[in-house]
């Protein structure tokens, strides 16, 4: 029902009559308008379901057994109940930034008013490129993305409802869904970090932001500590303001875990970072914090329980995390630090400025009555582990399955490196220590080989520059500049502060363009190397070939996808405007982007990735986001490489399987590392590009697995692709496979491959 | 139905693995396949058992049986320096990809493979794996060679508590193969 | 963060200027601002939880085991994640209906624009209560509609957002935003219904709609046959104008399946209902139907295959479910029918008045070409059944728990009764004929057994008349008409056409007022009395004493709670505007409705039933409903019963746990029955009132049960209370139990008895 | 784990009921009870044992130990025609509501019960009424009487293919009881 009035609401929507681009074939796009793109795409990169549960508890027909071709009551099968529980998790996570972002542009809004103009410095004229791309609007002020978040929640009505028992049936109609609201989850992070940025007066123009202090050594425990958790920085910042306003910034701490961290540090550079979202628990239970201010997401939710066990006291900030507190939001403020104070008792407030005014003054009072305890040492640990009976039980629950009762059992005898091996791979998730039935204090242990020491975080960036893109655009699309990896997510599993960094390392010495966002942002920072270093005083901050850029927070990652975006307008030429298809097969053709989700855990992760995926972003996760239950594969040999060439206009079977996946997890960082490489490799690569790219893969894989790629036929086009230094191995390699040369495009686009409305001169500018 | 070892990849339906703990009754299963393939991950490299490396044994299970072996992740150049070319390299999700197509010809083109072994992969990983297989592959069988119970198998090793049984199996397994 | 702008935003929106009743406390409210009157129902109705897993799988954290006092890798315990999970259905319930809305309305915006008016008749002055109640916007137009459900899906994305992992972390506050979003569900359904009754014209103003008819019988399969399925009737409206305009309404029929087949005959009296969705999968495959057309909601996921099975091609019309098939929405009309007819290929339309001229002009090609099956005899079933190897397959795998082998077996040696039985308690899952290991073809079977008799269903008839509500509120809020008892939802579990017209009858009979909607509306009228009547012949079709009312499909449930508001509203002169806690309180303590879900089983289900309660109308649920995992459970004895006086503005303990339950479960249809008539007693009854709500209570106590109710000390204040007939026996009853009278009170409220800006005065009018 | 007679019920996490093949153990468990009680649900009424109704092996039970009866649904009126009143009468979500409770008085009004049997409820509501208290009453021990396993339950019976084998557990328990 694609209607007139409907296509005259939009266009008044999005001021048509503003001529700063011609409209697309998508403006504002129901659930079914990109439907096509999705299934060319899938159509390459198929679903792959790995199912976690083999039933179906959705409805009271159930639960129904779905195994292999066994349908439910309803008549669905696996493969669509995959897709349906996909779907359901992007919707999750979409929401959440859809909640944040019209959340803090109200906010916002009643503290600048809705003409509160968008102004992202003078680096930045595409100022939102998602939501420029995706509604065709180019927005001015707080209302604009305000009207960008509505149009969100409506599509995702729209795809919740086909979760619905006796609804959509389609494994790739349901992927196609969380395409959708995947892509929406951009736009609204995009309209969430720019609000902040032009309310919160974050910087945007500069490349080398400062180096704030991380860790939990880096707080000082003397003074009262404010700890802010989650991912709103409306509490946090008014917390700022008052401490700023009765001089008391040098008096109180205020320090972060998640992605508040990154946005507190954006406000004011005293502020410090915790950690990740892995450290959480455990700096809870350190009792270091007075008073801890929660927003949303990524919050414990036994946080209240927790504070009460160590004395902290809890303010509940946000209508989506109330946590069964008392909400005292009209109460007068000394009333409530009374309560807070002499009976410690934890409490929402849903208006920011008096949860700071609250925080504040209870973290002063607190503070003097709490004597701290000081972190354990090794000999006391040594002692406590001595209660360790090796039942195993410890172990077993270990969803990051790290060797918990041995290493304890090699701390009891004297060796604390094995534990510390566990604390560093360790999640916080505290399940280990519910576990034990001998009540050994893991957790009190892990204080002892936990590093007390105080890593260096780059704040965040926000967007990338305009200047930037145009310096980098080039060199990217054409090859030169190997590619752009991003490594995005939580980090908050496998090893993750070496491999991580490892990676980072790995990828920034190869000068490919580095970008990170959320609490892969802080992990990074988390690791010195032989001079003390840590990776963000090692590389400079710019978004150029060895730079590694903090681009900020979760909503952040918004940035990265617009940077994609940015690179087909700024350095191709092609209009954004409502044209999401035309961008998303530029950037799957010719950008060489990944992204490395390597410790995605939560439904965000699914949304953000999925969202980079629509727009041909292939994304690698680590090895037990098979969790997720979905990847999108093709397989090299069987799939169909053939696409348009955009100048002749005629299809040809490039024969070359790239980029090879879209979704993939890795088992482990070397296979990571050398997929990644594997993964920049487009279509559309220059010959010299091709060489540098592959010189990296070969370079890579021999590295980790001792020969040439198996696969490397596949992506020499002709002779001149194979890079010098490997050139006499990888001839005699070719002619063993029976290689022949393949097509070189300059071109290469879907479109025309599949029905659209787009022109295949769409494609060029 | 026993318990996985990791309780956090636990219970996912009503068809589990069938617990296997004797090593003559497994070479039997494993030589009636008529194109088998032992999958090795990386976990094989950091695993010992009493001092030797799992990823040996399981390339004396390879070789007893002559199955082709497909290396995951890294494991490939462990598997060289260990005189053992693998015949194929994938990432686990990779190779699960490819015999979920009862067309696919298999890493020696001879046709898909009916019995598949899993030698090295973490737990969480594996099951989910094997998931797809359970589901989608209903041409082949699989088995797994770690010393966790994978629920997601067919035939699956029960959790150890001691590494000697773990080891008592895999020699007799080689044993029963040659 | 309540905020100026937002308060003057909303006024905008609900046009504060249009004074036709003062605004209230909460105009639109915002997902925590009822939450204060959630925790007060909560408080005494506490959710009772039955999980349905032990596990969660939300994450890549997971699984977690929070079995007990376990708590996940995220920090939460096993009853937050059950609040979790029913916020989350109640989510994916109410994003069905507004999904719906704004899809109708846009539909009818095209049709007939955004400015046109709201007119319900001249019976209908309270158009739309629940957006009155809620939102505190007198809809005038459809643009109106449309503002509202706007408002619900920004909700949407709030209560979505909140069961992210490390979101909401208490049982009570998942709860309340289940409350939230169910509440939101009736607006949304309101907005859908009323959207639909003026933009196709339905009937409002008469009482005794037509009887068409209904059951597989009554569809002439000689002419071509359209079946239309699903919730939404935009696209079976166009088929009867199609029709209508070619002059073909007598040549071919249209048969529905679930709300549309309601929705049609209330456009059409010429179409036929089918049945419920039990019987849709049952329907397919007899075959009988020649091109499908399936909407939204309640399709079999299998459609696709099953009709291939038959021959009968499907179009999907939605983009909640377009099951993988190619959009053929531009392809010219002749080129798509001429796939189907020749090549059987089912295809998504999303143009509506295309699908419909496709389905009429398939139609009309492919019946000539298709022989249809008559259904087989009991010879042949007899013949059939005796592949039957009693392996007991079937019996295990029937969501129903039917016997289904051993009626097999049964009809194997002749005797089909049990077989018959079967049938008719069957939901038509095809899991037991999917199970069986010898191929027995039950479902041919059934055929055999099944009634092809006709029965006649009351078209559905819209929101309730303001007249009426003048004439029953004052006998309803006294008590005088025993109770209104609205069976809603899907019927589609045990025994549910006896069960459900048996409740009707004994209810109807006893001058309750009866109200159906949904499925129910359809099951009850499928059983005829001795003298051949359905129900719907048997008792009138007003809103009042003894009548059975078909209010219409599924969205119509909303006309229920609005029937309640409006008794507040018109009867007692309340303000609905912006009031929510005032009319909740108001229903809660006065009017004494009970919603019966019996057969409920979908999400949907779900977030009608919570909306119903958070409004203050306690809801009986089937035995399997346990499966949805939550319950609101008081414990008359340990509850405190206390309220506020509304005239004195004083606290009394009235001792009497009235209404006693919000959500239960019951075991048995009698235990149902007695449970019901138990949930009409209201604190505010009058004493001739309880006199005769205890004579019933008392009546079918004894009837089912064979004493006294054991607890009816609890509802006797004073002697006056005691009901004639039973004077003496429960006179000695009392005295054994030492019952002392208890306070009357005539304006019994809950305001005043939580924290809340309410006044107690806002109660009275 | 063994699995319950309605697939539709499966598995439900890691903590199953244990399945009690032999009258014996049971009998020694029920009467080690304090506060046991009996809660008879309306499948007992239509569902008969060699012609028997189940109820009646239900109230042979009860008197045989002296166990309380909560008559649950409408099962009150028959109980009362076999001459044998129900301590109390509750919908079954009511009685194991009340049961969570720690501090009730029991329908004894002596104190909570330890030990709840169960005879006589739908599968699929019986197994979701025992979740409630196995995740919510650590306080009590459950056990199931009807011929299906229930796994929420602490203790259960078997699926019986045989009514006889049914039976003769029944009677066993009877006799252990007295
Ligand atoms: S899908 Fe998840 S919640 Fe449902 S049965 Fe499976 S593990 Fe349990
Ligand atoms: S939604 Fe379908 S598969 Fe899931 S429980 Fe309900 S009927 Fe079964
Ligand atoms: S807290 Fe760390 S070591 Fe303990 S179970 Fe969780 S991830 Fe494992
Ligand atoms: S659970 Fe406790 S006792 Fe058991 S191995 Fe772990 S630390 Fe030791
Ligand atoms: S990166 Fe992940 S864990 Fe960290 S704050 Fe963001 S969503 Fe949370
Ligand atoms: S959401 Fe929480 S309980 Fe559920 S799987 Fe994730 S960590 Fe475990
Ligand atoms: S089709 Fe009917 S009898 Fe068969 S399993 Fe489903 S509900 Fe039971
Ligand atoms: S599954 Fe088939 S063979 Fe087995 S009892 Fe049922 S009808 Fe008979």
Redesign the interface.
């Given at each position: 029902?694609?209607?007139?009035?409907?296509k005259e609401e939009k266009e008044k929507i999005i001021r048509a009559e503003d001529e700063w681009e011609p409209i697309g074939h998508t403006p504002m796009p129901?659930?079914?308008d990109l439907?096509?793109w999705d299934r060319r795409l899938l159509e390459t990169y198929k679903p792959?379901?790995?199912?976690?549960?083999?039933?179906c508890?959705?409805?009271?027909?159930?639960?129904?057994?779905l195994?292999?071709?066994?349908?439910?009551?309803?008549?669905?099968?696996?493969s669509?109940q995959q897709g349906r529980i996909v779907t359901?998790?992007c919707?999750?996570?979409m929401?959440?930034h859809?909640?944040?972002a019209?959340?803090i542009i109200?906010?916002l809004?009643?503290k600048h008013?809705?003409d509160y103009p968008i102004d992202l410095g003078d680096q930045v004229n595409v100022e939102c490129p998602n939501i420029r791309t995706v509604l065709g609007l180019k927005p001015k002020t707080l209302r604009d993305l305000k009207t960008a978040?509505?149009y969100?929640?409506?599509q995702?009505?729209?795809v919740?409802?086909?979760?619905?028992?006796?609804?959509?049936?389609?494994?790739?109609?349901y992927e196609?869904k969380a395409l959708h609201i995947s892509m929406l989850d951009h736009v609204c992070m995009e309209a969430a970090d720019v609000a902040q940025i032009i309310g919160f007066k974050f910087p945007t123009s500069v490349a080398d932001t400062p180096l704030v202090d991380m860790g939990w050594g880096s707080i000082d425990r003397k003074k009262p500590v404010i700890l802010v958790v989650g991912h709103n920085p409306?509490s946090s910042s008014e917390i700022i303001d008052y401490l700023r306003n009765k001089g008391l910034e040098d008096k109180v701490e205020v320090a972060g875990i998640c992605c508040t961290a990154l946005e507190t540090t954006r406000y004011s550079n005293k502020a410090k970072v915790v950690g990740p979202?892995s450290r959480q628990?455990f700096f809870v239970r350190a009792g270091i914090a007075d008073v801890i201010v929660a927003d949303?997401?990524?919050?414990?939710?036994?946080?209240?329980d927790?504070a009460s066990k160590v004395g902290s006291v809890v303010i509940a900030s946000s209508?989506?995390?109330?946590?069964?507190?008392e909400?005292v939001s009209d109460k007068p403020t000394d009333e409530v630090v009374k309560a807070m104070v002499d009976k410690g008792e934890h409490c929402l407030i849903?208006?920011?400025e008096k949860a700071a005014e609250v925080a504040v003054e209870a973290a002063l009072k607190i503070a003097p009555k709490r004597k701290k305890e000081e972190p354990i040492d090794e000999k006391k640990a040594i002692e406590l582990a001595k209660a360790c009976a090796a039942c195993?039980s410890c172990t077993?629950?270990?969803?990051n399955?790290l060797p918990v009762g041995p290493a304890i059992q090699k701390l009891a005898e004297g060796d604390a490196e094995p534990f510390k091996q566990v604390f560093e791979n360790c999640?916080g998730?505290?399940?280990c220590e519910?576990a034990c039935p001998h009540g050994v204090p893991i957790f009190k242990l892990m204080q002892a080989v936990a590093s007390w020491d105080t890593w260096k975080c780059r704040v965040g960036r926000g967007p990338v520059m305009d200047t930037e893109i145009r310096k980098v655009g080039a060199p990217i699309v054409l090859g030169t500049i190997p590619g752009v990896i991003a490594l995005v997510g939580c980090s908050n599993f496998p090893n993750e502060i070496d491999e991580i960094a490892e990676m980072v390392d790995e990828f920034a010495r190869r000068k490919y363009i580095v970008v990170l966002t959320g609490c892969s942002a802080m992990t990074v920072g988390m690791r010195k190397d032989k001079e003390g270093k840590t990776i963000y005083e090692k590389y400079p901050g710019d978004f150029d070939a060895g730079g590694v850029v903090n681009i900020g927070s979760c909503v952040s990652n918004a940035h990265i996808t617009g940077a994609a975006m940015k690179i087909a307008n700024i350095f191709a030429n092609l209009p954004l405007r409502a044209n999401y298809e035309v961008i998303a097969d530029y950037v799957l053709n010719r950008v060489g982007a990944v992204g490395v989700a390597w410790g995605?855990?939560?439904?965000?992760a699914a949304s953000i990735a999925t969202g980079c995926n629509r727009l041909g972003i292939p994304v690698v996760l680590g090895?037990?986001?098979?969790?997720?239950?979905r990847?999108y594969?093709s397989?090299k040999e069987?799939g169909d490489w053939t696409v348009m060439d955009g100048r002749k206009k005629e299809l040809v079977d490039t024969e070359e399987p790239s980029p090879e996946h879209l979704a993939?997890?890795?088992?482990?960082k070397?296979?990571a590392m050398v997929?990644i490489a594997k993964l920049c490799i487009r279509k559309n690569d220059t010959q010299p590009g091709r060489q540098i790219k592959l010189n990296h893969y070969i370079d890579l894989y021999k590295k980790?697995?001792?020969?040439l790629p198996?696969d490397l036929h596949h992506f020499v086009r002709t002779e001149r692709d194979i890079p010098m230094f490997f050139k006499k191995e990888v001839k005699q390699f070719l002619q063993e496979k029976g290689w022949k040369p393949k097509p070189v495009l300059s071109l290469p686009t879907l479109i025309g491959t599949y029905e659209t409305e787009v022109p295949v001169e769409a494609t060029i500018r | 139905m026993p318990h996985p070892q990791h309780l956090v990849n636990i219970l996912t339906g009503i068809k589990g693995a069938m617990e296997m703990k004797d090593a003559t009754p497994l070479a039997k299963i494993i030589k009636k396949a008529e194109r088998p393939l032992l999958v090795i991950g990386p976990r094989a490299l950091e695993v010992e058992i009493e001092g030797r490396p799992f990823i040996e044994y399981l390339v004396d299970i390879a070789k007893a049986a002559n199955i082709p072996i497909c290396a995951t992740a890294h494991t490939k150049k462990k598997l060289l320096e260990l005189g053992m070319t693998p015949e194929s390299t994938y990432d686990v999700v990779e190779i699960v990809n490819a015999l979920k197509d009862a067309e696919w010809k298999g890493v020696k083109g001879e046709g898909c493979h009916d019995f598949v072994l899993f030698g090295g992969i973490r737990t969480d990983l594996g099951n989910q794996a094997l998931s797809t297989l359970k589901h989608f592959a209903p041409h082949l069988k699989t088995m797994t060679l770690c010393k966790y119970y994978y629920p997601n198998a067919n035939f699956s090793l029960p959790n150890y508590k001691k590494e000697e049984e773990w080891k008592a199996l895999l020699e007799g397994l080689v044993a029963g193969l040659k």
């Open positions: 029902m694609k209607g007139k009035r409907k129901h659930v079914t439907r096509n792959f379901y790995a199912p976690f549960c083999d039933l508890c959705l409805c009271t027909y159930g639960k129904c057994d195994t292999g071709t066994n349908r439910g009551a309803c008549g669905i099968d696996i669509a359901l998790a919707c999750m996570g929401s959440a859809a909640g944040h019209a959340h109200d906010y809004i009643e008013g809705e978040v509505q969100a929640a409506e995702l009505v729209h919740v409802s086909s979760t619905h028992t006796g609804q959509e049936g389609d494994a790739v109609d196609s409306a979202l628990l949303e997401q990524c919050i414990r939710t036994d946080l209240t927790e209508d989506k995390a109330c946590r069964g507190l909400e849903l208006d920011h195993g077993q629950v270990c969803p399955l999640i998730c505290g399940k519910e995605a855990m939560s439904q965000k090895p037990h986001s098979a969790k997720y239950r990847l594969l397989r069987e993939i997890v890795t088992e482990s070397e296979r997929m980790f697995f001792g020969t198996d | -």
